[in-house]
């Protein structure tokens, strides 16, 4: 049985928690660096800046800070004020954690088409979990034996909080696959795209939330409590982030935009599912001339088919796959009318 707070166990889990720290800081610089285009073409101008890009760039950027802070922590050698780091530190990986929280739910808000009976109680959920993490931040830290140590916590107000934010995640997960697997009025586009690839990220979420609550609640050593902490941040932040990226990507270019028409009826609207269904093109040219007046002449133009995404049918409800216009009849004798 291996004793848990021994000093050789806390110094040998507290050099694994000291490597591991600097693996999430590298997997996360990757994760940032790979994805900054995507920041600099909302803020350049090239796209349109939404208001809910606000909370994305927060959390983006408030875990990298606690990440380097971190860093600095475990790394320096001379004396510093540990007591400012270290509040530096828990200040912006706390808000880190509350921002992937509210970057989720923003999601499900959008799921629900901002429902307020959703919405509502969202904000609820979100005000109290930011006023635990903003009591979270009351610690004391020293310099002790040539390193910073972290001298006082509440353990209970960290446990408190983490089984918060996993229960958070929990609720954030259930509204959204409810909604995805259940929806009224049928599966929009945005439906199927966070239900294709985004709902995994609600739940690895609501995972690394769990671990770090059972390594909380086990409470094996002052080392062993923490050392889920972090990965759990960094885990909600990018599957979050990544949601964000996506949804502001699908939003721009348009996907949910359907033309309108006036009246009357079109048998397009029966080949919308079919992927290479014809889509004739209308364009106009006007020409003028002194003698001949004013002319207007229009081309049509049909995309190209493709012939087999689809089984076409001939009058009766067989196959023909020589005939590729699905709405041709074939006169045949049974259906000639004698003559009078």
Known sequence: MVDWNSPAEIAKDGQAFNR????????????????????????????????????YFLNRYCLLF??????????????????NLYTFNQCFGN???GLASINLSLR?????????????????????????????????????DGQCVIVQTDSKLLAITFIYSM?????????????????????????????NDGLIYFAIA?????????????????????????????ASTIVACRIVRRLSNFTYNGAETFPHTTGGSSTLAF??????????????????????GVHVQMETF???????AYAEYDASGNTNPDIYDPEAQVISNEFKRPPY
């Open 167 to 195: 229960v958070f995640d929990f609720v954030v997960l259930a509204l959204t696959a409810f909604k995805l697997l259940y929806p009224v009025s049928g599966r929009s586009k945005l439906v199927e795209l966070i239900f």
């Open 20 to 55: 591991l720290m600097h693996c999430l800081l590298g997997l996360y610089i990757w994760e940032w660096a790979i994805s900054l285009d995507f920041d600099w073409q909302h803020l350049s101008g090239k796209k349109p800046f939404r208001w809910p890009l606000i909370f």
């Open 206 to 234: 609501f995972l690394a939330n769990l671990i770090a609550t059972i390594f909380m609640l086990m409470d094996l050593n002052p080392v062993m409590s923490i050392v889920a902490n972090v990965p759990a941040a960094i």
């Open 108 to 144: 499900t808000m959008a799921v629900w088409s901002r429902k307020w009976y959703i919405v509502c109680p969202l904000v609820l959920v979100i005000l109290g979990h930011w006023s635990l993490l903003l009591h979270g931040i009351l610690l004391k830290a020293a310099w002790i």
């Open 302 to 308: 049909e995309s190209p088919i493709d012939k087999s």
């Open 95 to 97: 808000g880190a954690i």
């Open 271 to 292: 080949r919308s599912n079919m992927s290479g269904g014809l889509r004739p093109k209308i364009s106009t040219k006007v020409t003028t001339s002194q003698s001949e």
């Open 66 to 83: 606690a990440l380097m802070g971190i860093a600095i922590a475990l790394n320096v050698t001379q004396e510093i004020n540990c007591q």
